[in-house]
């Protein structure tokens, strides 16, 4: 059973780096598949922030492509992500997840249980 | 990228059944069948209940069902039960390895 565990700061600080990690068990990231980021902004929705492939190509969102790196470690047993220059907007709770398929990489299962990050001084 | 469309919120008693529209373009949910939707109930991650349209994973109630024509996609809960109580998230497939989601609808059960 495969089992996604993040850990990472809950407060950042403007202007600043957030830095997420998402522990994989029970599946190796470069076996196959994509592994990706969503973020929800406090009673807001989801947002779709980008994915990592096994191969290791990523795929971001459009709108956060020149903030986003997403990568993953020699190991492959997790993954991570950074997005820089952070302001209040990216306040949010933020979830890893693992897609199912990979000819549809919208069918996100397992998730992570979640990180709020919040950015203030 | 835009947000795909959603109700704010539906409700409906025990028993009877309702449906959530999403609605988006030819270059998401009309270009591909690749719709997903997810239960997220308060405090907890989203849970996939219906993924490829009409395909329920392993583990979801056989009560929720998936359909699509044209650019809208609908997900259909049938025999309302407290615990469908939650929100409810569409997202689609948008082309270049690209994912959409919905803004969410409010499921109240009366």
């Known amino acids: 059973q495969v089992q996604l565990q993040q850990s990472g700061p809950g407060l950042v600080k403007p202007s600043e780096t957030l830095s997420l990690t998402c522990d994989v068990s029970?599946?190796?990231?470069?076996?196959?598949?994509?592994w990706g980021w969503i973020r929800q902004p406090p009673g807001k929705g989801l947002e779709w922030i980008g994915f990592?492939?096994?191969?290791?190509?990523?795929n971001y969102n459009p709108s956060l492509r020149s903030r986003v790196t997403m990568s993953a470690d020699m190991s492959k047993t997790h993954f991570s992500l950074k997005l820089t220059s952070v302001t209040s907007a990216d306040t949010a709770v933020y979830y890893c997840?693992?897609?199912?398929?990979?000819?549809?990489?919208?069918?996100?299962?397992?998730w992570g249980q979640g990180t709020l990050v919040t950015v203030s001084s | 990228q835009s947000a795909l469309t959603q109700p704010a919120s539906v409700s409906g008693s025990p028993g009877e059944s309702i449906t959530i529209s999403c609605t988006g373009t030819?270059?998401?949910?009309?270009?591909?069948?690749?719709v997903s939707w997810y239960q997220q109930h308060p405090g907890k991650a989203p849970k996939v209940i219906i993924y490829?349209?009409?395909n329920r994973p392993s583990g979801a109630s056989n009560r929720f069902s998936g359909s699509k024509s044209g650019n809208a996609a609908s997900l259909t809960i049938s025999g309302l039960q407290a615990e469908d109580e939650a929100d409810y998230y569409c997202?689609?497939?948008?082309?270049?390895?690209?994912?959409?989601f919905g803004g969410g609808t409010k499921l109240t059960v009366l």
């Open positions: 990592l492939s096994h191969s290791g190509d990523t």
């Open positions: 490829d349209v009409n």
């Open positions: 029970g599946y190796s990231i470069s076996s196959r598949y994509y």
């Open positions: 997840a693992m897609t199912r398929s990979v000819r549809d990489p919208n069918w996100f299962d397992p």
């Open positions: 030819s270059s998401d949910v009309g270009g591909y069948p690749y």
């Open positions: 997202s689609s497939y948008a082309g270049i390895n690209t994912v959409v």
